[in-house]
Nanobody, 117 residues
Framework: QLQASGGGLVQPGGSLRLSCAAS????????WGWFRQAPGQERVFVAS????????AYADFAKGRFTMSADSGKNTVYLQMNSLRPEDTAVYYC????????????WGQGTQVTVSS
């Protein structure tokens, strides 16, 4: 199971750090992802990371503003979001999948991020 947290209301230009805690199962050899869904829109990819190797990958809108990281000791992945914009308002979901699968098979419940003055 995945438990996402850290969302909230923030002013434009502000920052938030989302957390996604995994209970049980392997961690380092799974691919972890963040997605978001704005009202009336489809869910879109934000970032992904395979903790055992490589660096995270980001959607273009996230590059330079968002940073994904992983703490294997806590079985937790993070999404640090800086320079937030109103268009970043969405429900953010974390997900994971085995590194040999194309589809994410485990999803968290989502956490609301609202960027507004």
């Amino acid at each position: 199971q995945l438990q996402a947290s850290g969302g909230g209301l923030v002013q434009p230009g502000g920052s938030l750090r989302l957390s996604c805690a995994a209970s049980g199962g392997p961690f380092n050899n799974r691919i972890w992802g963040w997605f978001r869904q704005a009202p009336g829109q489809e869910r879109v990819f934000v970032a992904s990371h395979l903790p055992s190797r490589g660096r995270p990958a980001y959607a273009d809108f996230a590059k330079g503003r968002f940073t994904m990281s992983a703490d294997s000791g806590k079985n937790t992945v993070y999404l640090q979001m800086n320079s937030l914009r109103p268009e970043d308002t969405a429900v953010y979901y974390c997900a994971s999948r085995p590194n040999w699968k194309n589809e994410y098979d485990t999803w968290g419940q989502g956490t609301q991020v609202t960027v507004s003055s």
